[in-house]
RNA sequence: GUGGGUAUAGCUCAGUUGGUUAGAGCGCCAGAUUGUGGCUCUGGAGGCCGUCGGUUCGACUCCGACUAUCCACCCCA
């Protein structure tokens, strides 16, 4: 019997491992540039950190997440976000009480027992970062803009950054009610779900995209127009800051944050390449999230950006990833002889710092040629026993087919010459 | 959790109204005057036709169940 993988994993095979870490350095490069240091959590917690901090209404907390006892008893989960375990370690590690903000930023890998489709994996990886200690909507626009200057860099088009404002518990609190006398009468007209959403999460019927919710909702109220003075003045702040960095934005009162932390902003970076799971990158503000989780009251923004749904884009807008990984030279032997005098060669480049090859199947010279050919190796040299006996061997241009004489022990010297 | 599609070689896929030796392209290996790659040509290896059961003289082909996978919904990265 064939053991595969558990559903919605997939593997990073080596031939293509070099795509990852390419995004990765990426990522890790820009945060360095903003600021941004890496914080490392583990893969599970305790649950109920993500019933507290993630939300007991979220579908993520209901259904999605992958939970069970460990042999003391206790409840574990593997995290379904980031923010939540991030925000523990920042409570429990009294960071608070160091100079703020804190920047903070993560690669991690993600679980949540969904059915897989284009986009959406159990095991996904997120990159993402998190600032706590301030409310100043120009620190918003600086957590958009690496969202987007990541796509940028990574040479990513037609993205959309869409924006919105969610509000405060305090003018939410009105709007819903205001919400939800509007949609009263009309209930019996909306698809089915949204009846659902009536009660659990109104705010959701917004981006219903089903046809006849949408002809029912034309002059809906919308949060956006609804704001208290507080949260209207912090918009207008968040926008100001992105049209100073040259940002452009939309503002899309229908954008809804799923998970129940988010207040004021809440954005979504949307690509129209990877079918129908388009938002690759999501997030917004928490002011209440560190108080709810147990920490001194602190504002809190951040993004999460889902590393596959990132590789997706990029592979269907064709955008090809440098492989840095290729083999510089390649040392083809012929005879045992020379195949001694090959390991020997190989070693002593390596120690040089030259990323260097040999056959290790007893090949014919033109196997290993060809071989060499197949890892694209930039130089091949040829060693056999006339080469040992002069002490001369050729470095071949795998490119130009150019051939120049060397030493046999200048090898090394002359590669780091002519790599430039 | 709900709905639909698909399952044949390492990969992408053909396979005629059910008929006996299951094919192609790519990839892999080897060779084309024995010490030099890419292009071309030749040959080779590699399939319990997803699993189990049913119909039939006979099933890769028809039917059913299961499993896996893909896409979509809910929701989200």
Not at 26 to 50: A, D, M, Q, W
Not at 163 to 181: D, H, T, W
Not at 219 to 236: A, E, G, R, S, T
């Amino acid at each position: 019997m064939k053991i595969q993988g558990p559903k919605g994993t997939k593997d990073v095979l080596p031939s293509e491992s070099y795509k990852w870490q390419y995004i990765e350095g990426k990522i890790r490069e820009l945060c360095s540039i903003n600021g941004y240091k890496e914080v490392r959590t583990p893969v599970f917690e305790h649950t109920e950190l993500f019933q507290r901090g993630v939300g007991e209404t979220t579908d993520v907390v209901q259904k999605e997440m992958y939970t069970f006892l460990d042999k003391g008893g206790r409840s574990i989960t593997l995290k379904p976000e980031g923010t939540a375990p991030v925000v523990r370690t920042y409570i429990e590690n009294s960071v608070y009480n160091d100079i703020q903000p804190t920047k903070m930023y993560y690669i991690t890998p993600c679980y949540r027992y969904e059915r897989p489709q284009a986009g959406r994996l159990r095991e996904f990886h997120q990159f993402g970062i998190e600032v706590f200690g301030t409310q100043d909507p120009y620190i918003d626009a600086e957590v958009i803009s690496i969202g987007m200057t990541l796509f940028e860099s990574l040479g990513v088009k037609a993205l959309e950054l869409r924006i919105n404002s969610v509000g405060c518990p305090k003018c939410r609190k009105e709007y819903n009610a205001k919400l939800k006398a509007f949609l009263k009468p009309k209930l019996d007209k909306l698809c089915k779900y949204c009846q659902e959403r009536y009660e659990t999460n109104p705010l959701r019927i917004l981006d219903c995209k089903e046809e006849k919710c949408k002809e029912n909702l034309t002059d809906v109220p919308f949060m956006l127009d609804n704001l208290c003075d507080d949260c209207k003045n912090h918009f207008d702040g968040l926008k100001k800051g992105l049209e100073i960095i040259g940002l452009n934005y939309i503002v899309d009162p229908r954008i809804v944050r799923g998970l129940d932390y988010y207040t004021k902003t809440a954005f979504e970076i949307v690509s129209k390449d990877i079918g129908s799971q388009g938002t690759v990158c999501g997030g917004g503000r928490y002011d209440g999230l560190i108080e709810q989780c147990g920490g001194p009251s602190t504002p809190g923004v951040g993004f999460g950006l889902g590393l596959e749904r990132l590789l997706l884009t990029m592979e269907n807008q064709g955008i090809t990833i440098p492989d840095t990984e290729k083999m510089e030279l390649y040392i083809a032997a012929i005879g045992e002889k020379a195949n001694d005098k090959a390991m020997d060669l190989l070693f002593k480049l390596r120690k040089s710092g030259i990323r260097a090859e040999k056959d290790y199947l007893n090949r014919s010279i033109k196997a290993q040629m060809k071989y060499a050919n197949k890892i694209n190796a930039k130089y091949v040299i040829v060693i056999g026993d006339e080469e040992i006996e002069k002490g001369i061997v050729n470095i071949k241009d795998m490119e130009t087919g150019n051939v120049i004489d060397a030493s046999l022990n200048n090898i090394a010297d002359i590669i780091i010459k002519i790599r430039r």
